[in-house]
């Protein structure tokens, strides 16, 4: 009876820390797409993503961003696997990359979406202020601890690299 032969090791491989951030940064936007639009838009019917029309083009901006959100999780996670098969996945810069993607996406929407283009509300017939202070300072939050686990991360490579 033979053994089973292994693949050879691979030489070890260097991790890749911007493109670990970026691909679960990818993942973070479409994680808050997906909670705003499945909380906000779905469950509490506060808005659609587009409502300066009838309620049909509003359910289709609906399927729309459900579908950009699905792929854009789909091509993050296979990016995610990708960057796991070849042992380079540095999670110390994977993590502030996912908060990161959640803070842009949600003040992106914030102030963009609902300011800027004025494309929906949070919510309507009420004073939507608190709801802005809200939604936007915790999008700020959560950029703010993507910024200090990256500066954190970065802080512990160049200790380690010296």
Excluded at 144 to 154: F, K
């Amino acid at each position: 009876m033979s053994t089973p032969s292994h693949p050879p090791a691979a030489p070890e491989a260097r991790p890749e820390p911007r493109r670990s951030m970026v691909v679960c940064g990818v993942i973070g936007v479409a994680v808050m797409a997906a909670v705003d639009e499945i909380v906000f838009h779905q469950i509490l019917g506060w808005h659609h993503f587009y409502d300066r029309s009838t309620l049909s083009v509003g359910l289709l901006s609906d399927g729309l961003l459900h579908t950009a959100e699905l792929l854009a999780l789909v091509a993050g996670f296979f990016l995610f696997a990708d960057l796991r098969r070849r042992r380079v996945l540095a999670p110390a810069h994977a993590w502030p990359g996912f908060f990161l993607g959640l803070g842009i996406f949600q003040l992106f929407d914030g102030i963009v979406d609902h300011k800027l283009l004025r494309l929906h509300q949070i919510r309507y017939g009420v004073d939507v202020t608190p709801y802005d202070w809200a939604w936007n300072l915790a999008g700020l939050v959560l950029l703010l601890i993507g910024a200090g686990l990256a500066v954190r991360a970065d802080h512990r490579s160049r200790v380690a690299a010296s």
